[in-house]
């Protein structure tokens, strides 16, 4: 079982950047592919990143390359989200979840377990 746990969420300005963590706790985490999701108010939960459980492969979503980067310190146990060039679109709570299996997938039914999430805010 893992436990997630994220922070570095905050109000921010356009332009600016900010770097989510996301700590867990348990033996499968460097065994797991891991990802961030991100639910903005009155949407749907969705796909920003994954990484694999050895960090050599990664996957970011369209609307977020070139801007942010998914990462992973196995050695801590923690996974990371470095967020540049934030725009107001990118308000959201973000989440991150533990995938299935090692290689991860951008699917939110994929993953097992998930933090409570950190709240990001962008203003114009």
């Known amino acids: 079982q893992v436990q997630l746990e994220e922070s570095g969420g905050g109000l921010v300005q356009g332009g600016d950047s900010l770097r989510l963590s996301c700590a867990a706790s348990g033996r499968t985490f460097g065994s797991s592919a891991m990802g961030w999701f991100r639910q903005a108010p009155g949407k749907e939960r969705e796909f920003v990143a994954v990484?694999?459980?050895?960090?050599?492969?990664?996957e970011h979503a369209d609307f977020v390359k070139g801007r942010f980067t998914i990462s992973r310190d196995n050695a801590k146990n923690t996974l990371y989200l470095q967020m540049n060039s934030l725009k107001p679109e990118d308000t959201a709570v973000y989440y991150c979840?533990?995938?299935?299996?090692?290689?991860?997938?951008?699917?939110?039914?994929?993953?097992?377990?998930w933090g409570q999430g950190t709240q990001v805010i962008v203003s114009s």
């Open positions: 979840a533990a995938g299935r299996g090692p290689l991860g997938s951008s699917r939110s039914d994929e993953y097992d377990y």
């Open positions: 990484i694999s459980w050895s960090g050599s492969k990664t």
